[in-house]
């Protein structure tokens, strides 16, 4: 196989089967192989329709469905290279995304997007839009041909053909593209499958933007190899709906998600001190039969609070859930200790979109939450001597497009690529420490990883998010979203959890603010990362008061 679109026509000689589902006109709606196959068809006689040649771009900012599917395995059965877009990003990134990419077409969700590509640029592709009524772009009902005149096509390439340009959603500084051939991601998907060993039975609710990597390969590629159904949930709001109705086996996420679901089903126990003891001592129980530590008359009780606690707790997860492969971020060992605790196979990975993205993982048999597992199948890791994790395989990405020095900086001459993540190792297995730029070094020279402080403070349910500062200053500090005002509490609380720290890295000043960071006011990322900068610059005024002078 050396063409990603073959991961679709090796199911054509089984029509019926149910690849996808999605919510249509108030119902759910599948789609089997041959339906798939059809509408991937459409999309490719329109994409002849257009002039457009192997290695042309085409980029595509959609929400997850059947069409950014169908779109993608169109383009890629084509030879064109596929550039994803964040539907949350702002327009002014989209806009150097698709000037940088050079991208011939630009395929979008609504008119909103399209008003606010138009209101920052002026030398944008052809629009085509899925919502009718756009100015300046045409409606997809109008460009997609009603049916196809020929069967879909997956053209024979080589294995380092480019595949598509994936612009990585830095926290500083303007996005990087990607450069992932079908091999690339072929490779991840193959060496992935050994650790996420799916089957006939099982099904996957697909929650994260397909533009992420993660979701991509895990969430999409993997399952389409699998043949395996995916249904697209909603949105965050429904997504206890959601689970309940197609009660999936497996879900890929991160952290994030389990975080939020915690603080609900904690916030709901709250009222009662007999449900919380019960529910704190299942987690407790659970996890030393976990760890191999609990004795037969623990393994007695927790069988039963399993049926009385954790079994209605898992229900709210649609009750037939497996296994949940977490990423994207750092898993806080409290939240892996509840799930496991409570019975739900969570295994943690780690990876970046240079790596296609999957880099290592923790496996169903063979599970430590410290850490993120082991590297997969043909993928050689190494420490150097700043101890940075170095990463070389099949799946490592050719390049950065259009930029060679950036290139250079990650990717040395005999393939080893630097993840600019510190990382040690625990019985083979990984454990990621920080980022080795993001180090925060005070006035007096003494240091802090920021991720690694923000974590631990994370692990208290007080503080929704946060970011520690501290910069050339006397002293750390934080910026924290909270609904608590009373900030000796919380600089009690914050320095709580950082007792395994070096007494230097304690809070001294925490800066409480009641609005969430998110994608839409531009203090997260596109795949929920701090962008730092933007954090401090929109709270300056803050900071000044926290360091005067």
Partial sequence: MTNLAQLLTRHLSTPEKILYSQHEDDAWRDYSVAEVARLAARWQQALHREGLQAGDRVALCLKNGVNWVALDLAALGLGLVVVPLYLEDNAENMAWCLRDSGARLLVLENARQCLALQACASDLPPMVCVQAGAAGSVAL???????????????????????????????????????????????????????????????LLSLLPLSHMFER????????????????????????????????????????????????????????????????????????????????????LYALLQRIVAVPVLARLGGRLALTVVGGAKVELRIARTFIGLGLNMIQGYGLTEASPVVAANREWDNDPVTVGAPLAQVETRINAAGELLVRGPSVMLGYWNNPEATAQV??????????????????????????????????????????????????????????????????ALLAVTREQDEKMMIRRANAQLKAFPHYVRVRRVVAVSEPWTVENGLLTPTQKVRRKAVEAHYMQQVMGVYPG
């Fill in 141 to 203: 009902a109008n460009w997609l041909p009603a049916s196809a005149k020929a069967e879909f096509e997956a053209q024979p390439l080589q294995s380092d053909t480019l595949a598509t340009i994936v612009y990585t959603s830095g926290t500083t500084g303007r996005s990087k593209g990607v450069m992932l051939s079908h091999g690339n991601i072929l490779s991840n998907v193959a060496a992935s499958s050994e650790v996420v060993r799916l089957h006939g039975e099982d099904s």
């Fill in 217 to 300: 390969t895990c969430g999409y590629y993997l399952p389409l190899a699998a043949g395996i159904k995916v249904a697209y949930a909603r949105g965050i709001q429904q997504i206890g709906e959601d689970l309940a109705y197609h009660q999936p086996t497996v879900m890929i996420a991160v952290p994030r998600v389990f975080e939020r679901f915690l603080a609900r089903l904690e916030k709901a126990l709250s009222d009662s001190f007999i449900k919380h003891a019960l529910f704190r001592l299942t987690v407790h129980l659970g996890w030393r039969c976990f760890r191999g530590q609990a004795s037969g008359l623990e393994k007695m």
């Fill in 411 to 476: 990717l040395d001459a005999e393939g080893w690529l630097n993840t600019g993540d510190l990382a040690g190792l625990k019985d083979d297995k990984i454990i990621i420490s920080g980022r080795s730029k993001d180090i925060l070094i005070l006035s007096n020279g003494e240091k802090a990883s920021p991720q690694d402080v923000e974590a631990a403070i994370l692990d208290d349910p007080l503080f929704e998010q946060v970011m520690l500062i501290g910069e050339g200053k006397p002293f750390f």
